[in-house]
C-alpha cells in the first residue's frame, strides 16, 4: 500500500476536530478507559454519518467522478491505494483490459 494513513473520501466526512482529538489519546488510557472511548469515537462517527445521510442530498457527490469518465476505471484507481502490490498489478492489468476494450469500441 502507498499509504496507510490515506483516508478514503468517505472517511474525511466522518473526520472531526473532537474525534481526531479522541483517537490520540486513546493509547494513552488505561484498558477499560481505552474500550469506553473506542466506543464512543465509534458511536460519535455513527452519528455524523447518519446525520449526512439523513438529508436528501447526494452526501458523497463531492467525491463522485465527472460526468464522462469511466466509473469502473475510477472505481479501481480508488481502491487501488488501499491494495498490496500483486492486488495492484492486478487493477493494472484490468485497468489496461478496459482501455483496450474501450479503443476496440471505438474504432
Not at 500500500?1 to 486513546?26: C, F, G, H, W
Not at 484490468?94 to 476494450?101: A, E, K, V, W
Amino acid at each position: 500500500m502507498e499509504d496507510n494513513a490515506t483516508l478514503t473520501p468517505y472517511d474525511e466526512m466522518l473526520q472531526t476536530r473532537d474525534v481526531q482529538i479522541l483517537k490520540s489519546i486513546v493509547p494513552f488510557l488505561d484498558y477499560g478507559a481505552q474500550r469506553q472511548t473506542a466506543i464512543l469515537i465509534q458511536l460519535m462517527e455513527f452519528r455524523r454519518i447518519a446525520g449526512l445521510f439523513s438529508s436528501r442530498e447526494n452526501t458523497l457527490a463531492a467525491c463522485s467522478v465527472p460526468d464522462g469518465t469511466d466509473r469502473r476505471t475510477a472505481l479501481l484507481s480508488a481502491v487501488r491505494k488501499y491494495c498490496t502490490p500483486g492486488e495492484q498489478e492486478t487493477i493494472d492489468t484490468l485497468l489496461n483490459l478496459f482501455c483496450i476494450m474501450d479503443f476496440e469500441a471505438n474504432t
